[in-house]
């Protein structure tokens, strides 16, 4: 099971509400249906109201995702509601994009609150 | 005839609703005119309310066209229809894309429900 | 004279409306002053309400210009007649993109019905 | 710390509001977390009201972050703070684009006052 | 079985010495292993001495291979020993390169008779 | 049947070797077995002894093509026999590049003399 | 330990000289001195004499590399020797890219027997 | 005709033997058979022995030849040897470079001397 | 001073005489005669006799400038000298590239042995 | 007069021969002829012998150029002279590139010893 316990948070050191933004693109989990490993990237964009997640936890979090069966959309999903949760921001939005696999690359956009228009298309 | 059979569903990970990409660069089915074989690429968009289509039995559905005499615009609503009767999106949108035949490039997008004005174009 | 006579049409495989493009990068025609030829990209884009054009029969129809001598302007809007005659679509947009004469390049956007803002400027 | 006594400002040549932005791209300073160092770029853009920053200046007090461990986080926010408390802008963005670290890169926007639509993805 | 019977030839139009080149960007077969299609391009390269491969016969030889199980060093030295078994060319050349299969990518480079060292590598 | 009396020659203003290189990126000839007219480009390199190709009537031979049917193999190798036994150039290269049919791309070279290094390849 | 019972051979379908490149761009195994996992891409090729590497038992055999703690330099050398043990080819040369780790990114290029000069560099 | 009076030259400011390249993108003549104006650039490399054509005046003649009704051949070896009689460089190489006209573009290169194998295509 | 203590280095896999190539592009040091930081890219590539450098041992060598107040020239040579000493490879290039400072950005290549042909430039 | 006064020089830090670049995209003269102001960007390259010009030192050299009256082959040749007479490389290599003036852009490349093949066309 990915490791929720692994990501660690900082208070953030304002209270004005502002962008960030990472982007991991050395991730890897393994699909539930083959066994092969699927290869893709992640980027996160949120904006805080009192707490960020620490970034190399945030690595260490992903890379619990590496021997994990599990389906692009549950990735994705996954990762929204495990930083919604612990970290309450404003808004959240997590892009996975895939490497093809069988010849099909794919994109999954899952957000949670009102994200500005300009990521609109994720 | 393009097996649908062939199709796989899953549950959606989450009732939140959010966006799904799958883009294959490999199509190839039998124009009914000519007999000749065509190229092409199939992007699929949607939003999910209750299942989502299996990647690997998207790849094997797709390769069920490959002898198959059949027009693009066939194709593109066949694919749309297909995937709306099985999956009940909130909305869906498929663009394919068509390496030149006889010098003319094509491409056909066909949508169900309502698109977010970002793809209003295809 | 260009040929309508070419041109063959299918029946719409759905009564959704849908999106159809097909980009010919190989058309030529003669300069009516000149006698030279002109050479240049012919962009089509329709929404159907009934009926397709079949695209070996539009190269053909396309082919019958190569010997007539007609104005850029004249080409556009012949096609634009010919097709929206033939398949009353929901709209029909022709641009027409010409190699340099002379020193100078043009472009020509005939349309029926009422294109997508998206489609506006051609 | 961080030293705003480097920071110098001259009087806006004009009461007119016009744009202004700088761009660093060689700014460094050190993870708290694991003390090795950060690398990434700083824009900075604003519109002045009164006074303006002096260039010079601007870079000695983004060097006095060099030795500094201190988050992406609070150097964007910090910058922002420091140049709003002793410019009072019409309006002032920081944009911090951080260099890979352990696989993952980062980008952070913090605003004061009302950005132009232009900047709003930052 | 791929259709050699399908090449047709026709006698060189002059007895100089020069290069065809001939690029086909729609090349598929079957891998013999998973029965799933494989996609590629199959670059022609030769000097004739006495006959040419007529082009539209060639295309038809290639889509002979549209339901052969066969693996990419094969495709490509089969294609070079058809040819030059019934063209004798001075030189002749194949490079076939395959998109990504379970995420690697393949190019194979068979050569019969002296190739000029401007294609050597393939 | 191209017109070589279209083809008007000037005196080389000097008895300096040099180079001539002509681009005609608008040549369309028929294909002889389908009838289905082919679009390419033409280029021509010389060094010429004592006469050169006058530029309009080189533009108005190449349209003499423009109804024949006649093969790729053979448009290459004609142009350069036309040109070398009415200019006598110390060499001469004639450089065909068609656009797809069929999926196919194809490039023909035909040289007379000995072409420099450079340009060996074509 | 990377596996290499995993890898099969199958006879080159001819006894020419040619040459095969295999380019796999989602390798990944893990850091020996930090335990982070390591991303890269590993480009084979060589030229077989009798037997050749099957794409899917090479993919496989790469895969087996992604829990093991190996350096660059050793996981470069260890597929070189493990190919040319197995397939004795007339040359065979293998390229690992490394995408940054600590801001440092890496290739490494083993090669057995002579490459020919157009590969020489890696 | 070209006014070669307004020609300027200077002594070299050394007797080193060095490399100088003047390119002109702005040249316009007029072709002597249709009486339309061409356009092009004009590349001039020479190795000075005592003498240096002066940029002013270089351009001036250049501007001379905007009436003139001369082939490209012509104004490129026109330029070679106006140049070359006037300065006796080491070597000196004219390249020019037309915009197209009736679908051709044109290079014409003119050299005296023995011109480095570095510049020999010109 | 850099600290070479932190070099840390291993036995080399195999006996092979093979390429590694490390670039570093977030260097940075201080110029000794003004005190503003440097900033730059090291790229360093050798090939092994026994020994390999350990790549974090590497990375925190490099960290170890930061604070050094050190000419361009020294750094190169100074890492060149480091290395050759602690692992006498069969060749070794340092190349370091640096952002402008007033206006001029520079390049130093300092190399021992006998570097192959296609890394003679740096 | 440029001022040589202002460069400065040190021991280089090893007695290894190796390469130097330092490249000026800030230099600025003026026009003998028209007063104007000229921009360009200056290369030097050189392997020291015993000493290594200084940076800032050059900048203001480069600086003193400012409002001199002097041509471009005087600029080029008069770098390469104050640098080879204070500094004795093994070889140096100076090249001026300008922007248009008149619609001309030149470039200027002077060199003293025997400069590497690599870097012969400057």
Chains 1, 2, 3, 4, 5, 6, 7, 8, 9, 10 share one sequence.
Not at 32 to 58: M, W
Not at 77 to 92: E, F, H, K, T
Request: net charge neutral.
């Amino acid at each position: 099971m990915p490791r929720t316990d692994l990501l660690d948070f900082f208070d953030s050191p304002t209270t004005r509400g502002y962008l960030i933004e990472h982007v991991n693109e050395e991730f890897t989990s393994v699909c539930p249906k083959t066994g092969h490993p699927d290869f893709g990237s992640i980027t996160l964009r949120y904006q805080p109201q009192a707490s960020c997640v620490e970034l190399k936890s945030l690595k260490l979090y992903y890379q619990s995702f590496r021997s994990e069966g599990i389906f692009y959309e549950a990735v994705t999903n996954r990762i929204c509601d495990d930083l919604v949760s612990r970290m309450s921001p404003a808004w959240l939005q997590v892009v996975s994009e895939w490497r093809g696999r069988g010849g099909i690359r794919s994109r999954i956009v899952a957000s949670h609150g009102t994200v500005p228009d300009a990521f609109a298309r994720g």
